[in-house]
Structures are given as C-alpha cells and as structure tokens.
C-alpha cells in the first residue's frame, strides 16, 4: 500500500467538476489498495511522511505548490509536479527556448526586454510577426497577462504593465484557429485529447469579462486519444521530452495540417465530465505512474 | 523575474556552466527549502515549521520566534515576534490573510547578519556559514541571517542584496571575479 497525499486549496473544490475529479482520484487510489489524503498549506511538515505527493493546486515557484513539491523532491517522494516541470513550465521563456533547442515546432515568438519599446523596434517586431501580435508575461496561468495588440500605443501600455512583473516578456504571433488542442500526456504517453473552444467573438479559450473578475471559457469537445492525428501525438509527446517527465498538458494550434505548440502546462487541469469523458483511465493511470515513480 | 535570472536560464540552456543556477536562485530565497537543503548538507539550521495557522506555530515553537513570508510579493523582510498578539499580526500580515503559510523560527539566540561576496562574510562569527551557503547555493551575493546560541551560528535566511546597497569595494570584488573568469574562460 502506499500513502498518497494529494496537495490542493481550497479553490479547488469550488468548481463542481474539479472536486469531483479529486474524489475520482481519492476513489481510484482507495479500489488500487491505496490511501489517498488531501493535505493543504497547513500540513507541509507532514509531506515526508508519505510516499508520494499529487499536487493539485496552481503551481508557480513562488506560489507553496513548488514548496510542497520542493519538500517531496529533496526527500526522494515521487511527486507529481516535480519542481523542475514547475519551474519549467511556469516561465513561458525558459519553455520556449527549451522547445526551440530540441526542435519542437512552437508559434514564432520573440523576446522582449524593456529596451524593445522604442518605436523602431515595436515596428521591427510587428514587421516580423504580423499585426495583431500576442502579448504574454511569462509567468501567467488560466490565459491571464495574455493580451492581443495591434497598435504600437497598445503595445507599449501592454508591455509596460507585464514588465513590471518581469524583466522579460513573450511577443507572438497571432494565429487564429476554432479552437485549440489539448493533450494531457503522461510519462510521454498520450492520457486524453480534447478541443479547446474559442468562445463566440473572442480570440483565446478564457477570457475575462470587461470590468468584472470573472472567466468566460470556451466549450470542451473531448475525443478519445486513440482518434487523435498521429502528426499531433507526435508534436505532443516531443513538446514534453523537451521539458522532462511527468503530467502535462500541451496546447496546440493546427496550422495548415501541422500542429504548432501553444504552450506546455504542468498541472494541466482535469474535470469529471471533460478531460476524462472519453478516455475514463486517466484517474487509474495517473494512480499507478505516482505508486510506481 | 530579473534580468539576471534569464542570464542564468539561458546558460543553462546553452549548456554553459553557470552560478547561481535558476533552481538554487529559487530555492536559496524560499525559507523552507533553503533550510531543508541547508540540512541536508550538514549545517545547523533553527528548528521551525511551516504553517498557516497560530496555533499550530504556537503548538512546535515557543515565543520569541522569528516569522519569514512565503508570499510572492515580499522582498526579504521578516518579523520578530515575542507575544500570541504579535505572532498573529504577523501571520496575518505575512501570510496575507491565510493566504500563504509563513515559516516560524525557533529565537534562542542572537541574531546576527552579514553581507557575502562569493562566501566571504563581513562579519567574522558568520564567516564559515557563509562559506557553507555559497557551497550549496553559489549565490554571488546575497545577505545571510543567523542566529547564535551558545557560540555555534544557526541559518535562519538568506535574503537578496539589491545592487544599490554594494558599496564601491563590493563592486571592485565583483568585477575583479568577472575579469578573472574572463580570463579563465575566455
């Protein structure tokens, strides 16, 4: 038997979906023979007292994910996030740059530092990636400090405001599509498929409503992985050996019968009803990669 | 981020060898995984845990204590705390609310601080535990607090320098070095 704990918020179980996606997790560990606890903040001195450690919770390095995670590493408990693949995955720049070095196909971007904003080169950037572009700070997640320009004062006042949460940000080109791929891929093997939806009239699958705090999502169209195109498997699965071993969620864009890389997420989210629609051993799998790290 | 965190990441990616490396940059400003890889290379480190909550704090520690945040937005500061009332304000205010836990530190001893260049400590009882954190995390520059309890020095943190704070002789240090590895390296 092995003791798993499960590290999550308390967000977690607001949406109906997510939280019983958790219990289909705590369920599944349970009929393997295993134990599966929810621990939160509060019990981070406990980690080491498990076997292994599923984080569920948002992860970024400065967010008490990484810390959870960075506890299980360096006392040698399989965890789901590493903090390699969170530190990875959570700066857009470093998982670009480690796409282009093993030769993954991404949307053509560029990087900006705060000396990119004269307007030279603002029109040297547009020249090269086309207008709109997208805007991205690098350390972002749920599609927010993603923004779409197309004037050289909306790029400025965009990039002004993302510098201030780093030195340097993404420029990249706009490539409009229906909707976009997602591939949860474990260990490189392909766990689910779906279609992320663009909502009516927007241009990315979350967008927050003008004014208020909240998220309007596109439709989730999930397909069984086994009816995915090979070429997207392919680019998927390549997309995660650039970046290590582990939970991913790889977001393409098809282009012209190929398949460009979004981005690369760790954690990648996983809802009763959605991601596991068609392919219902996510829960079982992602058990037994965690029992067997 | 900074600009020299990119600095580092790129090396890395580049395959160049690189101090600090962006993993120990994260872990050496995070006070409970500086502590538990101080740990595990030997150092003397001040009993603490990790916590949202006063009183499980209040449980494992006893009063005075020191109480580090573990929220994205600080910037290296800390609380010293010596009563239920301050511990509370403190969790609260550092925690932003119960947002984020803090990590609370046994207060046995004295506390003390020093400035490192490369694990060069200006502060002659804190010396050698600078040398031991330049060892692990290879931080060029980074300013070290510790706590002295019955002449051995106990790491409580590590914190950044911001470069308005190096003095002339920190910046002729840190050229020098950069001049020699160009040397070295070409």
Same mark, same amino acid.
């Given at each position: 038997m092995v003791d798993i704990a499960c590290f999550v918020e308390t967000y977690n179980f607001l949406e109906r979906n997510e939280a019983e996606a958790l219990e289909q997790f705590k369920s599944v560990a349970t009929? &393997?023979?295993?134990?599966?606890?929810?621990?939160? $903040?509060?019990? !981070?001195?406990?980690? #080491? !007292?498990?076997? %292994? !450690?599923?984080?569920?919770?948002?992860?970024? #390095?400065?967010?008490?994910?990484?810390?959870a995670s960075k506890i299980a590493w360096e006392n040698k408990i399989a965890v789901l996030d590493d903090p390699y693949s969170i530190r990875i995955c959570s700066n857009k720049i470093h998982m670009y740059k480690l796409l282009e070095k093993s030769g993954v196909p991404y949307i053509p971007s560029l990087y900006l530092s705060k000396d990119c904003l004269t307007e030279k080169k603002i029109n040297e950037i547009f020249q090269q990636l086309g207008r709109p572009v997208v805007l991205k700070a690098p350390y972002t997640s749920f599609s927010k400090y993603v923004e779409k320009t197309e004037s050289n004062y909306g790029f400025r006042k965009i990039c002004k405001r993302f510098f201030r949460r780093s030195d340097m940000i993404v420029a990249q080109k706009f490539v409009p599509t229906q909707f976009d791929w997602r591939l949860g891929i474990l260990d490189d093997e392909i766990l689910y498929a779906c279609k992320y939806f663009i909502p009516k009239g927007r241009w990315k699958h979350g967008t927050r409503i003008r004014g208020r705090d909240r998220m309007v999502w596109g439709r989730t169209k999930t397909i069984p992985r086994i009816d995915t195109p090979n070429r997207l498997r392919e680019v998927g699965v390549?997309?995660? $050996? %650039?970046?290590?071993?582990? &939970?991913?969620? @790889? *977001? &393409?864009?098809? @282009?012209?019968? *190929?398949? !460009?890389? @979004?981005?690369?997420? *760790?954690? #990648?989210?996983?809802? %009763?009803?959605?991601?596991?629609? $068609?392919?219902?051993?996510?829960?079982?799998r992602i058990i037994q990669y965690l029992v067997q790290s | 981020m900074k600009i020299g965190y990119y600095v580092s990441m790129h090396a890395e990616i580049m395959g160049n060898a690189v101090i600090?490396?962006?993993?120990?940059?994260?872990d050496?400003?995070?006070?409970p995984i500086l502590l538990l890889r101080a740990m595990k290379r030997g150092m003397c480190i001040s009993p603490h845990i990790v916590s949202d909550n006063v009183k499980d704090i209040e449980f494992e520690i006893d009063l005075p204590m020191l109480i580090f945040p573990l929220n994205p937005?600080?910037?290296g500061g800390y609380k010293v705390v010596h009563s239920e009332g301050s511990l509370y304000r403190a969790v609260r205010s550092l925690g932003m609310n119960g947002k984020y836990p803090v990590c609370a530190e046994y207060l046995l001893g004295s506390l003390e601080t020093t400035r490192s260049l490369f694990g060069n400590g200006e502060n002659p009882l804190l010396q050698d535990l600078a040398k031991e954190v330049y060892a692990e995390f290879r931080l060029p520059v980074f300013q070290l607090l510790a706590q002295i309890v019955e002449g051995q020095p106990y790491l409580c943190n590590v914190m950044p320098v911001h470069p308005e704070e190096l003095t002339a002789s920190d910046l002729k240090i840190l050229s020098k070095r950069v001049e020699d590895a160009e040397r070295q390296f070409g």
């Open positions: 009929e &393997l023979g295993h134990s599966f606890e929810f621990i939160s $903040k509060r019990n !981070l001195p406990q980690i #080491p !007292l498990y076997d %292994a !450690l599923f984080i569920r919770a948002t992860t970024d #390095p400065s967010y008490t994910a990484y810390v390549s997309a995660c $050996k %650039a970046i290590g071993a582990g &939970l991913f969620g @790889v *977001d &393409l864009k098809e @282009v012209n019968g *190929d398949f !460009l890389v @979004v981005e690369v997420n *760790d954690n #990648p989210s996983i809802y %009763a009803g959605e991601e596991d629609q $068609k392919d219902h051993d996510i829960y079982r | 600090p490396t962006c993993q120990d940059i994260l050496a400003y995070k006070t937005f600080s910037n």
